[in-house]
């Protein structure tokens, strides 16, 4: 993103809640995105579970805890500036992340809901190559999705996990989600849980700290 491009919105003056290693001494970054209702701080203590030795936490915190208005699947507008502003948060934890000397390829977007529905966004955005992303039960924002996103993820590693019956993000999106970012070169593991409601289970943790392990 050129500093033309540059979003200044509702999430721009928030801070970015940090934990795990010290950035100057990490080796790796998690950049966390909460759900809606939700904050960075609560994301930090969730990640104590997927943590390892050397990697940064950083968490953007949304204003008024919820990143955009309007469910996710509503037409894009509808959630506008919150969806750009929470991407620009998003890449601005990765720019300090970059300026510590982290390279993109070694920094994984983690999220829940809401900020999974917003790091997945972001992957799609800004394909490059990078650590990882895991989304919890999120998936692409939009009414509709593109026909095509263009770019290449260079085999970034994925992972989706969702319930099958989730109040808020429906099952489709979540294999949309899978079949967009697997056609931008994505290394995209799926997982539905039968009836699981809305939240992480420790299948998806374990597999989630085994890609932070990886990192």
């Known amino acids: 993103m050129s500093a033309d491009d ?16 010290d950035l100057a001494d990490a080796e790796a970054a998690l950049v966390l995105t909460h759900g809606r209702g939700a904050t960075a701080r609560g994301m930090i203590q969730m990640a104590g579970e997927i943590h390892r030795d050397g990697v940064a936490l950083l968490a953007p915190q949304a204003a008024r805890q919820t990143w955009y208005p309007n469910s996710f699947l509503a037409p894009v507008e509808r959630n506008e500036p919150g969806r750009s ?4 948060a998003i890449s601005d934890a990765i720019d300090e992340a970059n300026d510590a000397g982290i390279p993109t390829d070694r920094i994984m977007l983690v999220g829940f809901s809401q900020g999974g529905c917003l790091a997945s966004e972001f992957l799609a955005r800004n394909p490059r190559r990078y ?9 692409l924002i939009g009414e509709d999705l593109d026909d095509e996103y263009p770019g290449d993820l260079e085999d970034t590693p994925v992972f989706l996990g969702c319930s099958d019956v989730d109040p808020h993000i429906p099952e489709e999106r979540v294999h949309d989600t899978a079949d967009v970012l697997e056609s931008m070169n994505a290394d995209v593991t799926k997982r539905l849980y039968e009836g699981m409601g809305h939240g992480i289970n420790e299948d998806e943790m374990e597999y989630v700290a085994g890609m932070v392990a990886e990192l």
């Not at 540059?6 to 290693?21: E, F, I, K």
């Not at 502003?85 to 620009?88: I, K, R």
């Not at 990882?132 to 998936?139: E, P, Q, Y």
């Open 6 to 21: 540059r979003v200044d919105g509702p999430h721009q003056n928030q801070q970015l809640v940090t934990g795990g290693a």
């Open 85 to 88: 502003s929470g991407l620009q």
């Open 131 to 139: 650590g990882g992303l895991a989304a919890f039960s999120g998936g």
